[in-house]
C-alpha cells in the first residue's frame, strides 16, 4: 500500500516563509507527476503546483514568483516552498501523485491528508 505524508504547514504572518513537504512510501516502483493542492474553507480545492518524474514544473497565476514546487526523486518527496505568504494562501495543502505499484502496470492517484497553512494579516 503506497501512502503520502506531508509536513511543514503551521502558522505565518503575512510576508513569511513556509516549507512543506511530502513523502510517498510504501510498495512504490515509480512516480510520475506529483503535485500540491489547497482549499480554502468553503471553496473548491485547486492546483498550486504539479512536477513532472522529469522537473517539468507549472504553478497556478496566483503563485507564480512566490511557490517553489521541487522534488526528490532518491527520497520520493516532494516539497512546496512558499514565500511572500498572503492571508488568502490559507487553506489545507494536499500533496497528490500518480504512482505505480509494484505489481501494476499503470500509475494510479493517491493524496496525502493535508496540512494546515494559515496567513495571519
Known amino acids: 500500500q503506497v501512502q503520502l505524508v506531508e509536513s511543514g504547514g503551521g502558522l505565518v504572518q503575512a510576508g513569511g516563509s513556509l516549507r512543506l513537504s511530502c513523502a510517498a512510501s510504501?510498495?512504490?516502483?515509480?512516480?510520475?507527476?506529483m503535485s500540491w493542492h489547497r482549499q480554502a474553507l468553503g471553496k473548491q480545492r485547486e492546483l498550486v503546483a504539479g512536477?513532472?518524474?522529469?522537473?517539468?514544473?507549472n504553478y497556478a497565476d496566483s503563485v507564480k514568483g512566490r511557490f517553489t514546487i521541487s522534488r526528490d526523486n532518491a527520497k520520493n518527496t516532494v516539497y512546496l516552498q512558499m514565500t511572500s505568504l498572503k492571508p488568502e494562501d490559507t487553506a489545507v495543502y494536499y500533496c497528490?501523485?500518480?504512482?505505480?505499484?509494484?505489481?501494476?502496470?499503470?500509475?494510479?492517484?493517491?493524496w496525502g491528508q493535508g496540512t494546515q497553512v494559515t496567513v495571519s494579516s
Open positions: 510504501g510498495r512504490i516502483y515509480s512516480i510520475h507527476d
Open positions: 512536477i513532472t518524474s522529469s522537473g517539468g514544473t
Open positions: 497528490g501523485a500518480n504512482i505505480v505499484e509494484h505489481g501494476f502496470g499503470y500509475p494510479r492517484g493517491y
